[in-house]
């Protein structure tokens, strides 16, 4: 959603590199640049105003910063008013003391409401709640049986006493839920309420009395982050008459302009809580303005990334795989490789996975041509083969490798591809771990490694002993022995022997009575210990 936006920031920053001092002409041009930026992007141009002379006035009051250069520093700026305007700090969900918590989910009909209530009940299960969900939603055709299916899919528990279609009162249905949770233990209450193609008054009135019925802790506004800078009026004239607590974005992932998402905070007032970035249950995440303006910076997101690799990674599973993979030999097999990529898959597609990575905004071109059927490919080709194959490719012989490319429904090239790409990077990453593990080149000459200068050694006498001339006459040639370096005597080591050193050997000097105190006495052990062991 934020591609667009992402690609003109990041051409407004080009412009700034390189340059050690930035004169009032460059802040203005590249404000000019974030503001058409923003603009494009649909954001409220009340936002757009106040943010501009928010950064304005920071980038000329500002101290630079010693460790960031002038660039740097007015990214570091955008960045932090940025955040501002997504609503600062993250806001969590406010527990009841007494349970259970009540929370109302509102807004427009078509914007995802009962699919989010079933996400907010899945992630709240994940968080060791039992939420409730009671089917308020009496206006739309067939809204209870979809709570009810959500619900199922969550694993959450769903209060619909009436069948929905027009019949049944949604305020008493959301007061005897809340009765229902009190009975039956439930700590998290959501209800999810009826909504309208626009904002009437209709809408305004039932909203307003089932919130005076339950007197829910949490009240939040769903919003579709598709529909523009109409989901912001939408909200406000909302929070004007029956007022909420927090706004929940959806529709995250598609490919409208988002300016919503940097609107809605600053024009109602109100934090935005949590975002839906896909159709499945766990795609649902709190929502961090920090972490989004680094993504709309092309900074990456890598926290929410490791939060989600943890969510669907086993953690001992990946310790042992990477430890065979590290470990040399061919300990790591497809059948290792196989499950590692079922659990990245578990994160979400792989452009969606990449786009979290710092600078991969520039990338985006070649994020849209990542084939996931690609995956699919690997994925059936390792599944064609025997467990044997899979744990040793070395037995993979022409047929074996023409049956798994008809299993697999792939051409047998495509089979080689794989097996050899395998091969070669399973060589990789064990050339990666003997270094790490001590292998490095050049290690030998290391203190700690004195099987590499054993080995050498013994290379060296082997040469040594039976180096023979390939020239006849110096091979018939009377051999010249090598001259042998006397043992060195007592002291040598400290530089008191006789070779290289003027003082007289160590003997010499005990039996010059020149150089020896005639009042010198040994201590009675060391007397001792020389009378026990005299030398030789």
């Known amino acids: 959603m934020f591609d667009a936006l992402q690609d003109r920031m990041s051409r407004a920053f080009k412009s700034l590199r390189g340059k050690g001092h930035l004169t009032d002409a460059d802040i203005e041009a590249t404000l000019k640049e974030i503001r058409v930026a923003l603009l494009e992007a649909d954001v409220n141009l009340d936002v757009v105003k106040l943010f501009i002379n928010d950064v304005r006035e920071q980038a000329k009051q500002a101290e630079l910063s010693k460790a960031l250069n002038p660039s740097q520093q007015i990214v570091k700026i955008v960045h932090d008013e940025l955040v501002k305007v997504l609503g600062g700090s993250t806001r969590e969900l406010r527990f009841a003391k007494t349970p259970p918590t009540v929370i109302m989910l509102a807004g427009l009909q078509g914007v995802g409401k009962t699919t989010l209530a079933g996400k907010l009940a899945a992630w709240l299960i994940e968080q060791g709640h039992t939420p409730l969900l009671v089917a308020a939603d009496l206006q739309r055709p067939n809204a209870v049986t979809q709570l009810q299916v959500v619900g199922q899919q969550a694993g959450a528990a769903v209060y619909a006493p009436q069948p929905g279609n027009g019949i049944g009162d949604p305020v008493a249905v959301a007061r005897d839920g809340v009765d229902y949770a009190h009975r039956r233990l439930h700590d998290v209450v959501i209800v999810d309420t009826a909504g309208r193609l626009g904002v009437d008054e209709e809408m305004l009135r039932q909203a307003a009395m089932i919130r005076e019925a339950v007197n829910p802790h949490e009240t939040l506004f769903v919003v579709d982050a598709m529909i523009g800078q109409d989901a912001v009026m939408t909200a406000n004239s909302f929070a004007r008459a029956v007022g909420f607590d927090g706004v929940v974005l959806t529709k995250l992932d598609g490919d409208a302009r988002g300016g919503a998402a940097l609107s809605v905070a600053t024009v109602t007032g109100a934090p935005i809580m949590f975002v ?214 007592a002291g040598a080591a400290f530089g008191l022997g006789p070779k290289g050193s003027d003082l007289p050997p160590m003997p010499e000097l005990a039996q010059d009575p020149a150089l020896v105190d005639p009042d010198f006495t040994l201590p009675p052990e060391l007397q001792r210990m020389f009378e026990a062991n005299p030398p030789r």
Not at 276 to 285: A, I, P, V, Y
Not at 436 to 458: T, V
């Open 276 to 489: 839906s970035t896909g159709e499945k249950l766990d795609d649902f995440d709190v929502f961090h303005p920090d972490r989004m303006a680094g993504r709309i910076l092309d900074m990456g997101d890598i926290l929410t990334l490791i939060e989600q690799a943890e969510r669907v990674i086993d953690q001992e599973a990946a310790a042992q795989s990477a430890s065979k993979l590290l470990g040399g030999g061919n300990q790591f097999t497809l059948q290792d490789f196989l499950e590692q990529m079922r659990m990245i898959r578990r994160m979400g597609p792989l452009s969606k996975i990449f786009s979290m990575l710092p600078g991969m905004g520039q990338m985006g071109d070649q994020l849209a041509q990542v084939d996931e059927k690609e995956v699919d490919r690997i994925e059936a080709i390792i599944s064609s083969m025997t467990p044997q194959e899979r744990a040793d490719v070395s037995i993979l012989n022409g047929s074996r490798r023409a049956r798994i490319a008809r299993g697999a429904g792939v051409e047998v090239s495509e089979v080689n591809s794989l097996v050899n790409r395998f091969v070669e990077a399973r060589k990789m990453m064990s050339q990666m771990g003997s270094m790490m593990g001590g292998g490095m080149p050049g290690a030998s000459a290391l203190p700690g490694a004195p099987r590499a200068q054993k080995k050498q050694q013994a290379k060296k006498k082997k040469k040594g002993g039976k180096g023979v001339s390939g020239n006849p006459a110096k091979r018939n040639a009377t051999p010249v022995e090598e001259a042998v370096e006397p043992a060195p005597t």
